[in-house]
């Protein structure tokens, strides 16, 4: 059975700063890794999707990376701004869609 | 924006009720997948229909229930409420081909149960 980790659970940094935000899954068997931004009370924004076959995505400021061996993934924000401030999840995909959630990385960015 | 619409936005309930939770995929995707999110929680997978069919199943027991109709609109039906059902329940539409494509999350059904 999947099981999805997020460290840390709460964030709190300075605008401008650089950022990562750490998740570990435990099983290997992936189709791809995926982070997604929650605003409060909100549904899901899928930021980055990475494939098993590969290592990185990039949009904009963001970077995910994956690394399946060691069952880790990180999301490196740069020059984190205000409305950064979102939760930010992270969800291993096993079986075609059906994701595994962790708990959360709640980010907050003060100006 | 994705695209995807649920109804109710929020409901309240007591315990025992029933409730129907309504969500409309984005045009042209064949696949819908329910969660339930417990406050400051990651959701949990409910459960996926592909084609009008039950096609996964999370850890839910069977008064989890759900349609998906033939324009790909979906329901999620619960029975006999308790308190623990209290949660938001999101959808999310895709279009199956590898069964690897992004999934577009609707804003969710917030639902207390008293």
Request: proline share 5%; glycine share 10%.
């Given at each position: 059975?999947?099981?999805?980790?997020?460290?840390?659970?709460?964030?709190?940094?300075?605008?401008?700063?650089?950022?990562?935000?750490?998740?570990?899954?435990?099983?290997?068997?992936?189709?791809?890794?995926?982070?997604?931004?929650?605003?409060?009370?909100?549904?899901?924004?899928?930021?980055?999707?990475?494939?098993?076959?590969?290592?990185?995505?990039?949009?904009?400021?963001?970077?995910?990376?994956?690394?399946?061996?060691?069952?880790?993934?990180t999301l490196y924000i740069a020059a984190s701004q205000p409305g950064d401030s979102a939760t930010y999840l992270c969800a291993a995909d096993n079986a075609g869609n059906?994701?595994?959630?962790?708990?959360?990385?709640?980010?907050?960015?003060?100006? | 924006?994705?695209?995807?619409?649920?109804?109710?936005?929020?409901?309240?309930?007591?315990?025992?009720?029933?409730?129907?939770?309504?969500?409309?995929?984005?045009?042209?995707?064949?696949?819908?997948?329910?969660?339930?999110?417990?406050?400051?929680?990651?959701?949990?997978?409910?459960?996926?229909?592909?084609?009008?069919?039950?096609?996964?199943?999370?850890?839910?027991?069977?008064?989890?229930?759900?349609?998906?109709?033939?324009?790909?609109?979906?329901?999620?039906?619960?029975?006999?409420?308790?308190?623990?059902?209290?949660?938001?329940?999101?959808?999310?539409?895709?279009?199956?081909?590898?069964?690897?494509?992004?999934?577009?999350?609707?804003?969710?059904?917030?639902?207390?149960?008293?």
């Amino acid at each position: 059975k999947q099981e999805v980790t997020q460290i840390p659970a709460a964030l709190s940094v300075p605008e401008g700063e650089n950022l990562v935000l750490n998740c570990s899954f435990t099983d290997s068997a992936i189709y791809n890794l995926q982070w997604f931004r929650q605003d409060p009370g909100k549904g899901l924004t899928s930021l980055l999707l990475i494939q098993s076959s590969q290592r990185e995505q990039t949009s904009g400021r963001l970077n995910a990376s994956l690394d399946k061996s060691s069952g880790r993934s990180t999301l490196y924000i740069a020059a984190s701004q205000p409305g950064d401030s979102a939760t930010y999840l992270c969800a291993a995909d096993n079986a075609g869609n059906m994701l595994t959630f962790g708990g959360g990385t709640r980010l907050m960015v003060k100006p | 924006e994705t695209g995807v619409t649920q109804s109710p936005t929020h409901l309240i309930k007591t315990r025992g009720q029933q409730v129907t939770l309504r969500c409309s995929s984005q045009s042209g995707h064949n696949t819908v997948s329910w969660y339930q999110q417990a406050l400051g929680q990651g959701p949990q997978f409910i459960f996926q229909y592909y084609r009008e069919e039950e096609n996964g199943r999370g850890n839910f027991p069977p008064r989890f229930s759900g349609l998906q109709f033939p324009n790909y609109s979906s329901e999620l039906n619960v029975n006999a409420l308790e308190l623990d059902d209290s949660a938001l329940y999101l959808c999310a539409s895709s279009f199956r081909t590898s069964g690897e494509e992004t999934q577009y999350f609707g804003p969710g059904t917030r639902l207390l149960v008293l």
